[in-house]
């Protein structure tokens, strides 16, 4: 976490895991929005991965039986402001999002409850659930059909397939495309730009517009009554257990 101005920059820092958030991570960047919230002198927000890639995804080696005991609030941390804007109270500042490289499932779900993300062109997306035997719970199901369109949503839930930069601003999951290695750079000036407006206008502007996602919270707490049978079932464990292995997976339904 470090301060630039009225901007917060929230680097999450694992690059030789491509930085996979384990609960050490879940941990931080929930502190990182919680500041985000009540820092006053804080604006803006902006997200990002240090190294090659922006998230590879969950560890779910560590994290999934985490929320197997307790259920999909794990992604919230112990944080009142859940990045996700799920599992506990959404940030109430704007927050800019810069992506590069592999950024996987989690990613995806951030930059969807993000509010302007700029992308490397050398983005690589991919929503990877249905091919581990379980489903998004970070947003995913909720967000991206509103947001991004049913059929472009459903494409790459239901497919797992991977998609790029141009895709991404075709169907409106980012916003602005630069050369890789600029995209932290375009985020922290887009940052600024926002946070140089007058606070209470920005921070009206985002409340009402949240105004029309209310239904977000029905849609979560269906998630939440889903999420345990699939966690249960043979085919999540064989989705982790490939994972772990580094194979593709052998699904029976089960």
Same mark, same amino acid.
């Given at each position: 976490?470090?301060?630039?101005? #009225?901007?917060?920059?929230?680097?999450?820092?694992?690059?030789?895991?491509?930085?996979?958030?384990?609960?050490?991570?879940?941990?931080?960047?929930?502190?990182?929005?919680?500041?985000?919230?009540?820092?006053?002198?804080?604006?803006?927000?902006?997200?990002?991965? #240090?190294?090659? *890639?922006?998230?590879?995804?969950?560890?779910?080696?560590?994290?999934?039986?985490?929320?197997?005991?307790?259920?999909?609030?794990?992604?919230?941390?112990?944080?009142? *402001?859940?990045?996700?804007?799920?599992?506990?109270?959404?940030?109430?500042?704007?927050?800019?999002?810069?992506?590069?490289?592999?950024?996987?499932?989690?990613?995806?779900?951030?930059?969807?409850?993000?509010?302007?993300?700029?992308?490397?062109?050398?983005?690589?997306?991919?929503?990877?659930?249905?091919?581990?035997?379980?489903?998004?719970?970070?947003?995913?199901?909720?967000?991206?059909?509103?947001?991004?369109?049913?059929?472009?949503?459903?494409?790459?839930?239901?497919?797992?397939?991977?998609?790029?930069?141009?895709?991404?601003?075709?169907?409106?999951?980012?916003?602005?495309?630069?050369?890789?290695?600029?995209?932290?750079?375009?985020?922290?000036?887009?940052? *600024?730009?926002?946070?140089?407006?007058?606070?209470?206008?920005?921070?009206?502007?985002?409340?009402?517009?949240?105004?029309?996602?209310?239904?977000?919270?029905?849609?979560?707490? #269906?998630?939440?009554?889903?999420?345990?049978?699939?966690?249960?079932?043979?085919?999540?464990?064989?989705?982790?257990?490939?994972?772990?292995?580094?194979?593709?997976?052998?699904?029976?339904? *089960?």
């Amino acid at each position: 976490m470090d301060r630039d101005g #009225h901007v917060l920059l929230i680097g999450v820092d694992r690059p030789a895991k491509r930085n996979a958030w384990d609960l050490d991570v879940i941990r931080g960047v929930g502190a990182a929005y919680d500041r985000l919230a009540e820092d006053d002198d804080v604006r803006v927000g902006v997200v990002y991965g #240090h190294g090659d *890639h922006f998230s590879a995804g969950l560890d779910l080696a560590e994290v999934l039986p985490a929320v197997q005991a307790n259920g999909p609030g794990v992604l919230a941390g112990a944080s009142t *402001h859940d990045p996700f804007g799920l599992w506990a109270a959404p940030v109430p500042k704007p927050v800019v999002m810069a992506v590069q490289g592999i950024a996987f499932t989690l990613s995806i779900e951030l930059a969807l409850a993000s509010d302007i993300v700029v992308a490397a062109d050398d983005v690589r997306f991919r929503q990877l659930e249905v091919g581990r035997g379980i489903l998004p719970f970070g947003g995913a199901t909720i967000r991206a059909p509103r947001q991004l369109g049913w059929g472009n949503a459903m494409r790459f839930l239901l497919t797992g397939e991977e998609f790029g930069a141009a895709e991404a601003l075709r169907i409106g999951l980012v916003q602005e495309v630069v050369p890789a290695g600029q995209q932290l750079e375009r985020a922290v000036a887009l940052a *600024h730009l926002v946070a140089a407006q007058a606070p209470l206008g920005v921070a009206g502007t985002l409340a009402n517009a949240r105004v029309a996602a209310r239904a977000d919270a029905e849609a979560a707490e #269906h998630l939440r009554g889903l999420l345990p049978t699939l966690l249960a079932s043979a085919d999540a464990a064989e989705g982790v257990t490939s994972f772990v292995e580094r194979r593709e997976a052998r699904f029976t339904g *089960h």
